[in-house]
């Protein structure tokens, strides 16, 4: 059977009024039922169900589809993923799209890993209570963390190297599984906790399954202050909101007028602890497409809640405009010099202190307009006609006329210019202002260049034994990777021994910083052949994620079935490559 066949057969075969009066209470009216939309929030109904056309439809907010569409988008789920859960209870065998996949197995493997990580999470839960956790209790201690709270976000203490790895053997798992899962490395005294004495945060899926952990470290130490579970088959960050499975608790109480965006796990909790029940936290990358769906099923309003200046830079800014182009109203909470969320809350009157940021913040060309500010001296007349051809320039990706005029007003004030010639200005702005999707996530990598990047273009400069050329030249297409490695690769091939002094005379100007920053790349506890497969395979993927973003998006504006295809042929390769690791 095609696969589009098959996805026709699967919606007729779902009774679309039973799924959705999961999610909402249905009444009928005539020949359809209405309820008030799960996806926004609304006081009257205009959410309609036709079981007829298995069909829904929202007249408030315009969500509508079927069966396949409300499960993904309720659940903020994959659309492979939602057309998985709806075939199991349809008992429909999913076909096969290539012959030698075994997709039972493969489910097999995936519960058995899940169980493997449920079984850890309560193990490390469990362990707060052993005498061998003073410190991490000190530290919830101090925290001030009640009991209630603990439960609630699953905190929990890895006790030491091989603690949990006896543990989970003991419960019958293997340390290949637990090392698939994320939780063990290797080294000469053979598989070893990653999380050594670290507090454990779980990281729950919208499903309320167990994906990876964060570690927060606890004694002073030269290691990393928060550790994430690796890219596996199961956690992926980019994917990834810290707390979401909270928030879909959250939504059968009520609707969720807002969320709040955090950095770090700590806010989150901190935040839920002062009655801010619907903070959440993105895994310290920057914001994506797929994050910015997620959110939009829940609600339309986002506060970002960054630390000090976190959400000043340009990379972070670019992920707020995604945000803003999904649909969401962004407004950016303004933090008192050098303190994070955490702290307000926990500090005298906290709870008021930080309910009245929430009502000060800046919507986004606002929060902009003042960063553009505080780059130029308006006493002086060619920085103040530059800041107004900035400021300008940022109202353009305003939709609403009535706001831009009010935008267009106030730079008119500040800066003395006739509000005729900014309108004028406004209007011959060039078009493509803009930068496309793509275009702007390329800019976004080559800015802020990853961690794992910089480590693969200095181990290669160095001259790392464990670095192949062939993995460089696949991750490095473009840019200030490529002309490195190009660089690097031709001085080897004619046999130069200073490749540093020759990468210098051959990168463009522009470009010395960022070679300097790699040059002088402090390798840590990095410099490894195991870190290295790890870093090459994360990157791999997040590019085959990027693409397969790139087609959902497509197929959500289009619903050309065949853009659903490409995407799950990715999502193969991608799953591939996941199990057979980094290098071949
Ligand atoms: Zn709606």
Redesign the pocket.
Known sequence: MEFGEFCDRLIENTDIVKLISRYCSLKRSGNTFKAC?P??S?RTP??TVDPIKQLYH?F??G?GGNAITFLRDIESIETIDAIKMLADEAHMELPELTGRSAPKADKQKRMRLYELLREAALHYHENLRSPKADIANAYIAKRNLPPNIVTRFGLGYSIDSSDAVNYLKGKGFTETEMKEAGLVGYNEYGYFDLFRGRLMFPIISNLGQVVGFSGRVLEKTDRAKYYNTPQTELFDKSRTVYALNLLKKRRQLGMIDYIIMCEGQMDVIALHKAGFDTAVASMGTALTYNHARQIKNYTDKVYISYDGDGAGQKATLRGLDILRERGLTVKVVQLPEGMDPDEVVNSENGVEKYRKLLDEALPLTEYKLKKLREKYNLEDRDERAKYAAEAVALTRRLDNPVETEEYLRTIATETGYDMNVLRRQAEIAPPDEEPKQEKREEEQKKESMDKNEAFLLAAYIADREYVEVGDMNEIFTEGFGKLVVDSVTDSRMRGLKDVGAMLYSDLPEEFQQQLTDIVGFDFGGMDSREMYSACVLQLKCERLDRQRDELMKRYDESKDPSLLIQSMELQKKLKKLRRDGGSK
């Open positions: 939309c996806f926004h609304e205009s959410f929202c408030g907010c969500k």
